[in-house]
T-cell receptor, first 118, second 111 residues
């Protein structure tokens, strides 16, 4: 497809289980972001990938959260031993990276994964 | 880290009214962006501002980059029901284009 694709769109899990959320960015976009949005709240930055550079993990809330990006394309956000406070919408976005074009601050967001931890 | 404050946090207005919201930062930035998030969707870029004092219009939307480079406002004229959503300001951190988002202004429009 032409846009950022996230799967699943909804995920219900039990407390203590691990979950994996997937993001397919727009082809050719070297920058990829994960954000978390709690109900009615703003966007909380989690992690940022840019090309082959080491990711900026400064927003990950705990060591239960990790993310990887394989081959500079698809990204997976993993949450281990989920807790109820992890319930939120997890949004992925991609953009052109520095030097790829102008403007490269334009992020294209997916529709998110709604995670509910029971 | 950078602090971005958006106000108001929420607005409930009558269709046809004009709307104004703003965003302030604790530091100087070179790029201000305004995004809108419709219910159940990801945010979409509305307007990008790159120069201090710049005033940009996009249909019924007008945004300005403050002269001090620490603030921006977004105005919506003659609001309509489809303006409902959350409006976010965002700043581009110079290194690597990582965006920092404000807390958002939730707009509700009564027909």
């Amino acid at each position: 497809g032409a846009g950022v694709s996230q799967s699943p769109s909804n995920k219900v899990t039990e407390k203590g289980k691990d979950v994996e959320l997937r993001c397919d960015p727009i082809s050719g976009h070297t920058a990829l972001y994960w954000y978390r949005q709690s109900l009615g709240q703003g966007l909380e930055f989690l992690i940022y990938f840019q090309g082959n550079s080491a990711p900026d993990k400064s927003g990950l809330p705990s060591d239960r959260f990790s993310a990887e990006r394989t081959g500079g394309s698809v990204s997976t956000l993993t949450i281990q031993r989920t807790q109820q406070e992890d319930s939120a919408v997890y949004l992925c976005a991609s953009s052109l990276g520095p030097g790829q074009g102008y403007p490269n601050e334009k992020l294209f967001f997916g529709s998110g994964t709604q995670l509910s931890v029971l | 880290g950078q602090q971005l404050n958006q106000s108001p946090q929420s607005m409930f207005i009558q269709e046809g009214e004009d709307v104004s919201m703003n965003c302030t930062s604790s530091s100087i930035f070179n790029t201000w962006l305004w995004y809108k998030q419709d219910p159940g969707e990801g945010p979409v870029l509305l307007i990008a501002l790159y120069k201090a004092g710049e005033l940009t219009s996009n249909g019924r939307l007008t945004a300005q980059f403050g002269i001090t480079r620490k603030d921006s406002f977004l105005n919506i004229s003659a609001s309509i029901p489809s303006d409902v959503g959350i409006y976010f300001c965002a700043l581009a951190v110079l290194a690597g284009n990582m965006l920092t988002f404000g807390g958002g202004t939730r707009l509700m429009v009564k027909p």
